[in-house]
């Protein structure tokens, strides 16, 4: 079942256009030119998602937020907002919108938003756009894996936490294929109705079930000739672990009330951040399957595996939103920072990410403060033990260990890594000529 989307804007140039690069990803969209249709919609439609824009004739998406507050809760909102009127999307979160957008709105944020928001069960792309880059050892480590295994048509298993970026790995696989020039088919193996999970994969023919009015493709039609990409493959139902097996091994498929079985022409790459080993011995995913998913395995670190990545991609996603918004701001605090350093980052670099936009977004000053970024001490945080004044500290060895962890979260940034330990760059210096750092 298709994710539906709302879109609430007057210009209905710009809506239909939305909406119809909204529909070519797989979404179901309506659109409305005022709220009071909007609300009209609301109330016959369980929708995933509202886009709606800020100045509205009748109403504004503001009331229209707070409307839905009241009567439907749970749906997330996004507003859309002219530069020059980021106070009206400060307000909005405030008032517990999940995000917003500027105009004129980008193709590529809206599908990153959409996707963050709504996890669509695929997604089509056809040219590979790096939104980022990590430069710790193992990350990079990771994305040589990728570009090495490319040219090699066999199956690769990416591992990994939830937001670090598994997705950015299988995309580069692909564009560095020889299947580069054909889709690349992004799907979300959790967000399947599991009753759905075979003609979704496989296609249907019309009168197949009740509801199936027209031959429908599948995943492995839209993929053809390139790469497909299941991601959180631990979540796939069991029932249709045996289909995908079949076609691994057979190369071919059968839609759903078909008589004629198809050729699949795909490449298999694979996601989970599941301990794959437990959900075999559990008896929740098949031995084979996973070997032969698993032709090739790749490790995706997370943050907390590499905390040298946060401040690089802390300032990478600041200038980013901060171009966005047109909104001056010139970094980081150091207590800033060091709360970044310290923080655990359950969620990785779209906790981060996220974090700094909306730092970015309320922020009053142009240095963004401990407050902006609204990260809640955890359990696992340490503050007082990842970056410490270097002042109080007598012992050389510790002292050394200090600076050189330092300048590695730093990416070898002498002036910030002095500013992270509260010393003037002339002293870091002479420390690191006195410990032979180099």
């Keep these: 079942?298709?994710?539906?989307?709302?879109?609430?804007?007057?210009?209905?140039?710009?809506?239909?256009?939305?909406?119809?690069?909204?529909?070519?990803?797989?979404?179901?969209?309506?659109?409305?030119?005022?709220?009071?249709?909007?609300?009209?919609?609301?109330?016959?439609?369980?929708?995933?998602?509202?886009?709606?824009?800020?100045?509205?004739?009748?109403?504004?998406?503001?009331?229209?937020?707070?409307?839905?507050?009241?009567?439907?809760?749970?749906?997330?909102?996004?507003?859309?907002?002219?530069y020059a009127s980021y106070p009206d999307a400060v307000k909005a979160i405030k008032m517990g919108a999940q995000d917003y957008l500027p105009k004129p709105v980008h193709r590529e944020r809206l599908f990153e938003v959409v996707k963050e928001l709504v996890h669509p069960a695929f997604t089509i792309q056809h040219s590979l756009e790096r939104l980022f880059r990590r430069d710790s050892v193992k990350a990079r480590e990771a994305?040589?894996?990728a570009e090495?295994?490319?040219?090699?048509?066999?199956?690769?298993?990416?591992?990994?936490?939830?937001?670090t970026g598994k997705e950015s790995i299988a995309r580069t696989i692909h564009f560095n294929s020889p299947r580069k020039d054909e889709p690349f088919v992004a799907v979300n193996c959790g967000a399947i109705p599991p009753e759905l999970t075979a003609s979704m994969f496989f296609g249907h023919v019309k009168g197949a079930f009740t509801g199936a009015d027209a031959d429908r493709k599948g995943y492995f039609d839209a993929a053809k000739g390139g790469t497909l990409f299941l991601d959180e493959i631990g979540t796939l139902p069991y029932h249709t672990q045996s289909s995908l097996l079949r076609v691994l091994q057979e190369n071919?498929?059968?839609?759903?009330?078909?008589?004629?079985?198809?050729?699949?022409?795909?490449?298999?790459?694979?996601?989970?951040?599941?301990?794959?080993?437990?959900?075999?011995?559990?008896?929740?995913?098949?031995?084979d399957l996973y070997h032969r998913l698993c032709e090739f395995e790749i490790?995706?670190?997370s943050l907390a595996e590499c905390?040298?990545?946060?401040?690089?991609?802390?300032?990478?996603?600041?200038?980013?939103?901060?171009?966005?918004?047109?909104?001056?701001?010139?970094?980081?605090?150091?207590?800033?920072?060091?709360?970044?350093?310290?923080?655990?980052?359950?969620?990785?670099?779209?906790?981060?990410?996220?974090?700094?936009?909306?730092?970015?977004?309320?922020?009053?000053?142009?240095?963004?403060?401990?407050?902006?970024?609204?990260?809640?001490?955890?359990?696992?945080?340490?503050?007082?033990?990842?970056?410490?004044?270097?002042?109080?500290?007598?012992?050389?060895?510790?002292e050394k260990?200090?600076?050189?962890?330092?300048?590695?979260?730093?990416?070898?940034?002498k002036t910030k890594a002095a500013k992270m330990l509260n010393i003037n760059p002339t002293t870091l210096y002479r420390k690191m000529n006195k410990y032979g750092i180099k």
């Design 1 to 82: 079942m298709k994710s539906r989307i709302l879109i609430v804007e007057d210009n209905v140039t710009l809506s239909q256009m939305q909406k119809d690069w909204l529909a070519r990803e797989g979404y179901e969209v309506t659109t409305a030119i005022d709220a009071v249709v909007a609300r009209r919609h609301i109330r016959k439609v369980d929708f995933d998602l509202i886009l709606s824009d800020v100045r509205l004739p009748e109403g504004d998406g503001l009331s229209l937020l707070a409307w839905l507050k009241k009567e439907k809760t749970g749906i997330p909102v996004v507003i859309m907002t002219e």
């Design 143 to 145: 994305l040589h894996l």
């Design 148 to 163: 090495l295994v490319a040219p090699a048509d066999i199956s690769v298993l990416i591992l990994g936490a939830n937001g």
């Design 252 to 287: 071919v498929y059968m839609p759903v009330g078909g008589n004629t079985e198809r050729r699949a022409d795909v490449r298999i790459v694979a996601a989970t951040n599941e301990d794959m080993e437990k959900s075999i011995a559990d008896g929740r995913f098949r031995e």
């Design 299 to 301: 490790h995706q670190p």
């Design 307 to 398: 905390p040298e990545d946060i401040l690089p991609l802390a300032e990478f996603f600041r200038k980013k939103f901060s171009d966005e918004l047109h909104k001056e701001t010139s970094g980081f605090s150091p207590e800033a920072e060091r709360l970044m350093l310290a923080h655990s980052w359950s969620g990785n670099i779209r906790e981060l990410q996220n974090r700094v936009r909306r730092a970015v977004l309320i922020s009053k000053t142009t240095v963004i403060a401990v407050s902006d970024l609204n990260i809640r001490k955890t359990s696992n945080d340490n503050v007082a033990k990842i970056v410490p004044d270097l002042r109080p500290i007598k012992d050389d060895d510790a």
């Design 401 to 413: 260990q200090l600076i050189i962890r330092t300048l590695e979260s730093c990416n070898g940034n």
